[in-house]
Nanobody
Framework: NLVESGGGSVQPGGSLRLSCTAT????????IGWFRQVPGKERERVACISTEGSTNYGNSVKGRFTASRDNAKNIVYLQMNSLQPEDTAVYSCAAVAWRPEDCQPTHSWGQGTQVTVSS
């Protein structure tokens, strides 16, 4: 399974870095996606990163969020800058089927980590 960490509370304009690690799989073998969900709303694709490090992003986070991976450490990161209240959600990572324009979750969801942006 995947495990997310790094969530928390931050003021608007602040930054957080989320981490996605694995307990029983090698992340280097899978494209990974970051998704977020707010109660009552559909899950939203945030970022996707291929095994080679190519990325794509949801329109609402382009230019503010950056996905990266450190295969030697078995970690995928999501750097989130210029956070806004509308970024408040539970963020989860998952193994995905990656395409240059988006990705679809396939397996190995994490439990999620809460990100709250408020003043």
């Amino acid at each position: 399974n995947l495990v997310e960490s790094g969530g928390g509370s931050v003021q608007p304009g602040g930054s957080l870095r989320l981490s996605c690690t694995a307990t029983a799989m090698t992340l280097a073998f899978d494209p990974i996606g970051w998704f977020r969900q707010v109660p009552g709303k559909e899950r939203e694709r945030v970022a996707c990163i291929s095994t080679e490090g190519s990325t794509n992003y949801g329109n609402s986070v382009k230019g503010r969020f950056t996905a990266s991976r450190d295969n030697a450490k078995n970690i995928v990161y999501l750097q989130m800058n210029s956070l806004q209240p509308e970024d408040t959600a539970v963020y989860s990572c998952a193994a995905v089927a990656w395409r240059p324009e988006d990705c679809q979750p396939t397996h190995s969801w994490g439990q999620g980590t809460q990100v709250t942006v408020s003043s």
